[in-house]
């Protein structure tokens, strides 16, 4: 049974209805850059349409101070209104079947969940959608508030998130693989800590890997390392083998961050001294490969080198068509990784794609998700 309530426990026939979805779309000259998240929220918006409600969505867009126009959700409502057959408006600019709001970082108080707000944001609102995975791990007006007030329900991504991602937390088919890269071990180790226990194989690579590879006492040029995490990677690291954490053999190396800079691949414990590491190495990625095609379950989260230089590609590419190749369960997250497949094609070769990084890595984390507990008050 689940904890909560979903769209399938209500009539929403006559009612007005707020949806918390996920907007947060880049913005190019003024227009939305990739309609991706935009995408994704329309079939929730127009199934409540069909069904005889009154919807009004709301969204964050950035980190703006104050009212930005730079971070108005106007292009966002304009791309939304060309991606679908229903009548879409901004804020109190004419009569639509969704009424799109503004950015709701601009009402001062939403990030510290000001109770006056939330009176406001929930007044005239007979139920709540959450439907935005990527921010129910904050506790602000939109994600909190509002709920806490008038009845709510999980929307159809946030249901599909939380019951794809919950695999790898409870009884997860073996073997059991997690591949992580990105910038920072500092973003990802609390995820390492906690399912290491679960896991059969943590892959790591992405500018990460060499924080690790500093740790056991590897030489890793101007590669970046975080100085501080050493200490608890190395604590890490005494605990489990190398068949558990598995860390690259090779990186593509180069003298400079740049697109053109000149690449070479070499064996880790021969990284030059004057070169930065920027890709898992041909023979990391094979070996990768591998333990992700012979998985039953496997989450990936981060590129394994800088993906959008083609240079320094091949690592990303590797572990992707190895991702679609499976036949294991497959979830994707984090907009970096989910940015690598949709470049390569391959996003609709995986099980499940999520839209929520930060979101994703604190469930995986074992945190417990505030926007999400306040959803299962309503079930009780």
Not at 297 to 306: A, K, L, Q, S
């Amino acid at each position: 049974m689940s904890p909560y309530l979903t769209l399938d426990d209500v009539d929403v026939n006559g009612l007005a209805v707020l949806v918390r979805s996920d907007l947060n779309v880049p913005l190019d000259g003024g227009a939305v850059g990739d309609a991706f998240r935009i995408e994704a929220a329309l079939p929730t918006l127009e199934r409540l349409v069909d069904s005889g409600a009154r919807v009004t969505v709301c969204s964050h867009l950035g980190r703006p101070e104050g009212e930005d126009p730079a971070f108005s959700l106007r292009p966002v409502a304009q791309r939304m209104a060309e991606l679908t057959q229903k009548t879409v408006v901004f804020e109190d600019e004419g009569e639509g079947q969704v009424r799109v709001l503004e950015n709701t970082r601009f009402m001062p108080g939403e990030t510290k969940n000001d109770p006056a707000l939330a009176d406001r944001l929930a007044n005239g609102v007979d139920l709540f959608v959450q439907d935005a995975f990527g921010s129910v791990h904050r506790a602000h007006v939109s994600t909190v508030g509002v709920p806490e007030r008038v009845k709510s329900v999980a929307g159809p991504l946030l249901d599909a998130e939380l019951k794809a991602l919950s695999r790898f937390l409870e009884e997860p088919e073996r073997p059991y693989s997690l591949i992580l890269g990105g910038a920072k071990i500092s973003d990802k180790l609390a995820v390492i800590e906690n399912l290491l226990p679960r896991a059969d194989a943590i892959l790591v690579g992405g500018g990460m890997c060499f924080t690790l590879l500093a740790a056991k006492g590897i030489e890793v040029g101007k590669s970046l390392v975080e100085p501080d995490m050493i200490e608890s990677v190395r604590r890490l690291l005494e605990g489990y083998d190398e068949e558990k954490i598995i860390l690259p053999s090779d990186v593509v190396v180069a003298q400079e961050f740049k697109e053109d800079s000149p690449a070479e691949t070499v064996y880790v414990r021969h990284i030059p001294e004057a070169m930065i590491g920027l890709d898992i190495g041909r023979e990391t990625g094979a070996i990768f490969a591998g333990v992700i095609r012979d998985s039953n379950t496997v989450f990936w989260n981060g590129p394994m080198g800088v993906f959008e230089w083609e240079r320094f590609r091949a690592g990303t590419e590797r572990v992707a068509h190895a991702m679609a190749e499976t036949s294991g369960f497959t979830a994707v997250g984090g907009g970096d990784s989910v940015a690598a497949l949709r470049m390569l094609g391959l996003q609709g070769e995986v099980d499940h794609v999520s839209t929520g990084g930060g979101a994703g890595l604190e469930l995986l984390e074992g945190k417990i998700l505030p926007g999400v507990e306040v959803l299962e008050r309503w079930a009780k």
